[in-house]
């Protein structure tokens, strides 16, 4: 790989860390999504899926509408593309304060997998999930 490949592939990385970024401070459905493809598949924590925007922007937007606010912060990340094609991984930390007062914090892991279409870097399949029992700390083993 040249040294100008190795550079666009990390502007590339760039790019997607931000959008990533970006959705993880939205409070938001069209923020959120404002970077998916209209065909994006998504799974999400509470047991959902859907194909295309609307579906995901009604979501978010009632999930929001219970928030006073919402904190992520990303614990680790790992990103990684591919020519046309870029996958974000990430754990995060989301600290909730419910508009009824109550508070909780959640550890997840979600995959965001992106492919370089004619708008620019697209979102087309995200997966977030929170392991079973809900007891673990973010720990990533490593070899």
């Known amino acids: 790989m040249t040294t100008t490949e190795r550079a666009s592939a990390q ?3 760039d790019t997607l860390i931000g959008i990533v970024g970006e959705m993880a401070t939205s409070m938001t ?3 959120s999504t404002r970077h998916w493809a209209s065909d994006a598949l998504w799974f999400d924590i509470v047991p959902f899926a859907s194909r295309g925007i609307a579906p995901a922007l009604k979501l978010f937007d009632d999930t929001f509408a219970t928030f006073e606010s919402c904190t992520v912060d990303i614990l680790e990340l790992d990103a990684t ?3 046309d094609m870029g996958i974000v991984c990430t754990v ?12 909780r ?8 997998c992106f492919e370089r279409r004619e708008n620019g870097w697209e979102l087309i399949h995200q997966h977030a999930s929170v392991p079973a029992g809900r007891a673990w700390d973010g720990t990533i083993t490593t070899a």
């Open 105 to 112: 914090e959640v550890i997840s892991r979600q995959t965001d």
């Open 11 to 13: 502007q590339d990385k």
């Open 81 to 83: 593309v591919n020519g």
């Open 92 to 103: 995060q930390r989301t600290a909730l304060v419910l508009k009824d007062g109550s508070s």
């Open 29 to 31: 459905g069209a923020q």
